[in-house]
T-cell receptor
């Protein structure tokens, strides 16, 4: 059974810091891995999608890596801003998406 | 980009009533739609998968008679919570996938969610 874990569960950092969010999954037989952002009471915003054959994807200040063999992905956020405050979810795709429990990020001004 | 619209965004109703949530794909034909439930500070859990014109496939532990899913057209799926009780209060999110967007390499498009509160 696929399980997805995110560490840390919560993170509070001062503005400007670079930070890393971690996602681990137990079964490496995935099609892709996707990182999402969720603001309180809102739906999901897709940030980055990494295919199983890819190692990383970049979009602006965000960089996501995937090591399928070890069951790990990281989301790197450069020069964090207060507007980055949200919950970040990773999800692995088999025949369905299985979501991690998320990391609640707070960036302090 | 692809847009998925969910309505209503928030609903409060009395225990025992039925509530219908709509999920529409606005600029593509959604052959497959997914319904998720999210409890506070928890992750999203898939409830069911529906393909246009056929019966939904429910995940283990989800009562199909309580959570009725209809996917009668390529742009609309509905989730009806029947005889709702306070424990059904949750955040419900739909997601849609178009034709040709197979399992492997396409992102799913998510609605903004519906917050359901049962008094």
């Amino acid at each position: 059974k696929q399980e997805v874990t995110q560490i840390p569960a919560a993170l509070s950092v001062p503005e400007g810091e670079n930070l890393v969010l971690n996602c681990s999954f137990t079964d490496s037989a995935i099609y892709n891995l996707q990182w999402f952002r969720q603001d309180p009471g809102k739906g999901l915003t897709s940030l980055l999608l990494i295919q199983s054959s890819q190692r990383e994807q970049t979009s602006g200040r965000l960089n996501a890596s995937l090591d399928k063999s070890s069951g790990r992905s990281t989301l790197y956020i450069a020069a964090s801003q207060p507007g980055d405050s949200a919950t970040y979810l990773c999800a692995v795709k088999t025949y369905k998406y299985i979501f991690g429990t998320g990391t609640r990020l707070k960036v302090l001004a | 980009g692809a847009v998925v619209s969910q309505h209503p965004s928030w609903v409060i109703c009395k225990s025992g009533t039925s509530v219908k949530i709509e999920c529409r794909s606005l600029d593509f034909q959604a052959t497959t739609m997914f319904w998720y439930r999210q409890f506070p500070k928890q992750s999203l859990m898939l409830m069911a998968t529906s393909n246009e014109g056929s019966k939904a496939t429910y995940e283990q532990g989800v009562e199909k008679d309580k959570f009725l899913i209809n996917h009668a057209s390529l742009t609309l799926s509905t989730l009806t919570v029947t005889s709702a009780h306070p424990e059904d209060s949750s955040f419900y999110i739909c997601s849609a996938r178009g034709p040709g967007q197979g399992y492997s390499n396409q992102p799913q498009h998510f609605g903004d969610g519906t917050r359901l509160s049962i008094l």
